[in-house]
Every structure is written in C-alpha cells, then in structure tokens.
C-alpha cells in the first residue's frame, strides 16, 4: 500500500506563490506517474497537472494553470512538487496528489489526466487565495 502525504498548502493573496509537495511512501516511487489534481467547493474534481515515472521527462498542465504552475519530482526524496506562481482566486481548492501505479491506468509513456485511472490518492490540502 503507498500512502502519499501533501503539504505546503495555506493562504495567500492573489499574485502570490505557494509550493505544495507530495511524499511518498514505498520503494518503487520512480516507477509512479505522479498527478495533481483539485476540487473547488461545489465543483467536480478536476486535472491540475502530471509528470511522468522515472526521470520526469514529460509533464502535463490543463490549460488554467499553464505557464503558472510547474511540476517536479525528486526519487531520491520520493516526492513530487507542484510549485504555483500568479496565484488567482479561481485557484483556490483542495489539491490532491495521486499515484498511478504498474499496470497503468493511462499508458506506460503518458501520464493519465483521468482521475480514475489513478491508485493512491493523498488526503488533500486547502489552497486559499484571496483577492
């Protein structure tokens, strides 16, 4: 069982930055596409962003967050990290971190935006931006 905790969340004004990581547990961390997802009060869950296993070669952004938000990943450390920049009020939500794990829901070179096709999920921290 990998269990995956998120950190870094809080409140900041718009315009602002925050940093979330994603620790995971386990010895096979390198071999998890890793994904971030978030879920605004009322609204569905949506894809925020997702890097590849290994050396994180490839990520992928939804479009609202492209060019703010960049994701990273360091296996030494086993974890991921999703640093926001520009922050917007819309931003605000609860961030989730997910691991998609051998056999992958998505394809073995392309992370899934789809958030069933994840395994482990974190429990989540509140990202408040004010305006």
């Known amino acids: 069982q990998v269990q995956l905790v998120e950190s870094g969340g809080g409140l900041v004004q718009a315009g602002g930055s925050l940093r979330l990581s994603c620790a995971a547990s386990g010895r096979s961390f390198s071999s998890y596409h890793m994904g971030w997802f978030r879920q605004a009060p009322g609204k569905e869950r949506e894809f925020v962003a997702a890097?590849?296993?290994?050396?994180?070669?490839?990520?992928y952004y939804a479009d609202s967050v492209k060019g703010r938000f960049t994701l990273s990943r360091d296996n030494a450390k086993n974890t991921v990290y999703l640093q926001m920049n520009s922050l917007k009020p819309e931003d605000t939500a609860v961030y989730y971190c997910a691991a998609d794990a051998p056999p992958y829901g998505g394809s073995w070179f392309v992370p899934s935006m789809l958030d069933y096709q994840y395994d482990y999920w974190g429990q989540g921290t509140q990202v408040t931006v004010s305006s």
């Open positions: 890097i590849t296993r290994s050396d994180g070669m490839v990520t």
